[in-house]
């Protein structure tokens, strides 16, 4: 079987591409501009879609221009990268089974979000992914993703959980904004892998996007804990924080799929930290 991962020296381009490869799929990679040092050889790297082989079963549409941290990108890029490469693609390869990976940020705060819970884009990032998804409405075989924060080792270093355990590490101390209230919700890498790979030989037509999500969200207090527990940091109020929590019951998708995220925040942090400790 022949797939294609999209954005593949991406954090999680890279890691479904290495993880097909270790399950002796056929793994071709298109990517813009970056490269990733921690991407198997064996994956086919490619900078042009006329370079892919037409004979593709599976898409993962990994690609994305994204607002992380203090990083806010142009909308002429955002819609470049997040609508019109999109496009291009699913020109190249109509009939071709995607999954296209989207974000949780569709969803505006509300008490408990569900895979069918009215989208409310929060930003131009997110309405860019929104209109992306919008291109697969037509399709039978294809699925959306929508993620939480992803994390686990090599992602990027611009979000709060890199943050905070960089300064744990490197000062001893955590800086937590406001009084840490805010509620996040966090999903590790190899728990995201798992539901993708579910999606190879899931065939059955779905109206609804899938939430891939970790088991709660915790507050950026609870997450600091969580850190300060493995590392012996303090923690330490400073400014203020207005950001929205956000809560998901992602039940839909755990049935649907048979698929429950296996890593606490507690377990996958103690393997990012460790991670961490190693490439000091």
């Not at 009939?95 to 979000?113: D, E, F, L, Q, R």
Request: aromatic fraction near 10%; charge should be positive; hydrophobic fraction near 40%.
């Amino acid at each position: 079987m022949n797939i294609l991962v999209t954005g593949v020296y991406g954090f999680l381009g890279t890691a479904i591409a290495n993880h097909l490869v270790e399950q002796d799929y056929v793994v071709y990679g298109l990517y813009n501009k970056t490269v990733s040092k921690t991407l198997n050889p064996k994956v086919t790297v490619c900078n042009n879609l006329e370079d892919i082989p037409s004979k593709i079963d599976i898409i993962y549409c990994c690609h994305a221009a994204v607002n992380s941290g203090n990083l806010v990108l142009d909308h002429n890029i955002l819609e470049e990268a997040n609508i019109n490469a999109t496009k291009l693609i699913l020109e190249q390869f109509p009939a071709v089974k995607t999954i296209y990976i989207s974000t949780i940020s569709v969803y505006k705060n509300i008490s408990i979000i569900k895979e069918k819970s009215k989208e409310q884009p929060s930003s131009y990032y997110a309405k860019t992914k929104l209109q992306a998804e919008h291109l697969f409405k037509d399709s039978q075989n294809s699925y959306i993703v929508r993620l939480s924060s992803l994390y686990g080792p090599n992602m990027k270093e611009n979000t709060i959980i890199p943050n905070y355990v960089n300064m744990a590490l490197q000062k001893n101390k955590i800086e937590v904004w406001g009084k840490g209230k805010r509620l996040q919700n966090y999903i590790y890498i190899k728990d995201v892998l798992d539901l993708l790979t579910r999606l190879i030989t899931f065939n059955d037509a779905i109206d609804f996007p899938l939430l891939a999500v970790g088991d709660k969200s915790i507050s950026n207090l609870e997450l600091a804990k969580t850190i300060s527990a493995q590392t012996q940091a303090n923690i330490i109020f400073i400014n203020e924080d207005s950001s929205d929590s956000y809560v998901f019951d992602n039940t839909l998708t755990q049935k649907t799929l048979n698929w429950t995220p296996k890593f606490s925040i507690e377990k996958g942090l103690m393997q990012y930290i460790s991670w961490k400790k190693k490439q000091s």
